[in-house]
């Protein structure tokens, strides 16, 4: 295909492969265009529903606009080996995918960020807490204080081993809320209005922190919107996501 220009358009290079993080097996769906590098790496984060069509059309289409683009099916989920820990050897993960895409030829080092909605947004903060790596996050509708979500959401007590009274370290490490002073990246925070699965006052609670710290962020609160967006509100929150990384990352 050409473009008007009437050079060819370099076609797209997608598929799954295998990365393997701590001696578990996992897939990692990867996407960028058939051109030489340096691209900026985008890393897409999936919820706690897992990996599902979504996230690989939204890799594509960043694929489409320049970005190299990986998106890990975590730990525990589908084809996936080992268990899902909410919010501890998933972030291991993330940092060790980080360190094995950063040797790729295609990709500019300099240029990282990274997407994550609900866990997946959950991960990216907490990874980014711990890695400068990470010169941008977009993070939608994800928890900071897992010990509160799990009053809430019983399952997460099941997934750490026990409640925030037997196990108040494992939640305290799990919750960026504990760690914001150490995130050294440029957020774009969107939540829905109307969301109780993660209440909205949880990003309230980040966006206040981040503000004392005077850190570097937007926030977006998005009316009428639940966890699970509607179409308008996700073209909405895409449409916001894509500018946010093109500004900063520039491909």
Same mark, same amino acid.
């Given at each position: 295909?050409?473009?008007?220009?009437g050079?060819?358009?370099?076609r797209?290079?997608?598929?799954?492969?295998?990365?393997?993080?701590?001696?578990?097996?996992?897939?990692?769906?990867? =996407?960028r /265009?058939?051109?030489?590098g #340096?691209?900026?790496?985008? !890393? &897409?984060?999936?919820?706690?529903?897992?990996?599902? @069509?979504?996230?690989e059309?939204?890799?594509?289409h960043?694929?489409?606009?320049g970005?190299?683009?990986?998106?890990?099916?975590?730990?525990?989920?589908?084809?996936?080996?080992?268990?899902?820990?909410?919010?501890?050897g998933?972030?291991?993960?993330?940092?060790?995918?980080?360190?094995?895409?950063?040797?790729?030829?295609?990709?500019?080092?300099?240029r990282?960020g990274?997407?994550?909605?609900?866990?997946?947004?959950l991960?990216?903060?907490?990874?980014?807490?711990?890695?400068?790596?990470?010169?941008?996050?977009?993070?939608?509708?994800?928890?900071?204080?897992? =010990?509160? /979500?799990?009053?809430?959401? #019983?399952?997460?007590?099941? !997934? &750490?081993?026990?409640?925030?009274?037997?196990?108040? @370290?494992e939640?305290?490490?799990?919750?960026?809320?504990?760690?914001?002073?150490?995130?050294?990246?440029?957020?774009?925070?969107?939540?829905?209005?109307?969301?109780?699965?993660?209440?909205t006052?949880?990003?309230?609670?980040?966006t206040?922190?981040?503000?004392?710290?005077?850190?570097?962020?937007?926030?977006?609160?998005l009316?009428?919107?639940?966890?699970?967006?509607?179409?308008?509100?996700?073209?909405?929150?895409?449409?916001?996501?894509?500018?946010?990384?093109?500004r900063?990352?520039?491909?």
């Amino acid at each position: 295909m050409k473009n008007i220009s009437g050079s060819v358009k370099p076609r797209i290079l997608s598929g799954w492969e295998v990365f393997e993080s701590e001696g578990l097996k996992l897939r990692l769906f990867t =996407a960028r /265009l058939d051109k030489k590098g #340096p691209l900026p790496l985008v !890393l &897409v984060n999936h919820g706690g529903g897992g990996m599902d @069509d979504i996230y690989e059309h939204m890799s594509v289409h960043l694929a489409s606009l320049g970005y190299a683009v990986a998106c890990l099916n975590f730990r525990g989920y589908y084809g996936s080996e080992g268990k899902q820990e909410y919010g501890k050897g998933e972030i291991r993960d993330v940092l060790n995918l980080v360190d094995f895409l950063k040797a790729r030829d295609y990709v500019d080092i300099n240029r990282i960020g990274m997407f994550g909605y609900s866990r997946g947004g959950l991960h990216a903060l907490l990874a980014a807490e711990r890695s400068d790596d990470f010169k941008v996050l977009v993070i939608w509708s994800a928890p900071v204080d897992v =010990a509160e /979500l799990s009053r809430l959401h #019983p399952f997460i007590m099941d !997934l &750490v081993g026990g409640s925030p009274e037997e196990l108040p @370290d494992e939640y305290y490490m799990r919750s960026p809320i504990n760690f914001v002073e150490d995130i050294n990246s440029r957020l774009l925070i969107i939540h829905g209005e109307l969301d109780i699965v993660v209440p909205t006052h949880q990003a309230l609670r980040l966006t206040e922190r981040l503000k004392e710290l005077g850190k570097d962020f937007e926030f977006k609160i998005l009316p009428g919107e639940g966890h699970t967006m509607g179409p308008e509100g996700f073209n909405l929150a895409w449409k916001e996501t894509v500018a946010f990384l093109n500004r900063f990352l520039r491909p």
